[in-house]
Structure formats: C-alpha cells, structure tokens
Nanobody, 119 residues
Framework: QVQLVEYGGGLVQAGGSLRLSCAASGGTFSRHTMGWFRQAPGKEREFVAGISWTSGNPNYADSVKGRFTISRDNTKNTVYLQMNSLKPKDTAVYYC????????????WGQGTQVTVSS
C-alpha cells in the first residue's frame, strides 16, 4: 500500500510558476510509474504528466507540453511537477498517482492540492 501526499499548491498570477511535490511512503517507490492528474470544477479528471520508474520517457498532455516538467527523485521517494507560464485554464485540483510496475492503471492516489491561476 502506497500513501501519497501532495505539496506546493497555491495562488499564482498568470505567467507565474509553481512546483508541486508528491511524497510517497509505504511501498517501493522506485517500482512505480508516477503521474500527475488534475480536475477543474465541473470537468473530469485529466492526465497531465507521467514518468516511469527509471525517469525515462516522461510524457505530457498536449495542453502542458513545453510548460510543465515532471521529474522524480527515487532516493527521496518524491515526484515533482514544475509548472511554468501558468494560465488561468490550469486552475484545478492536482493529484499525484502511482501505477505499480506491470499494472495498467494508476492504483494509488493522493488527496490533491489546489492550484489557482489568476488572470
């Protein structure tokens, strides 16, 4: 069982930056693909970015490519999401998730952290 806790959300002006962190505990962090998702009010949760356990092949939603960067530090059991050039449409609750090696779905989820981008 993996527990995930997100940090770093807040209020930022358009064009600004935020860095989200997600600390994992209770499992073998390095054997999980990690992802970030978000859910805006009235919308379904959507994939933002993902990174494999080796940190290879990070992938991004088209809406954030070139602005967001996902990374991980397996020595600290932490995954990060650096968000630059933020836009009001990036406003959402951001969730960290973990997908066990060999699994096809994200099984473990954090509680979410609010990101609000003002215009």
């Amino acid at each position: 069982q993996v527990q995930l806790v997100e940090y770093g959300g807040g209020l930022v002006q358009a064009g600004g930056s935020l860095r989200l962190s997600c600390a994992a505990s209770g499992g073998t962090f390095s054997r999980h693909t990690m992802g970030w998702f978000r859910q805006a009010p009235g919308k379904e949760r959507e994939f933002v970015a993902g990174i494999s356990w080796t940190s290879g092949n990070p992938n991004y939603a088209d809406s954030v490519k070139g602005r967001f960067t996902i990374s991980r530090d397996n020595t600290k059991n932490t995954v990060y999401l650096q968000m630059n050039s933020l836009k009001p449409k990036d406003t959402a609750v951001y969730y960290c998730a973990a997908r066990p090696m060999g699994d096809s779905t994200y099984v473990y989820w954090g509680q979410g952290t609010q990101v609000t981008v003002s215009s």
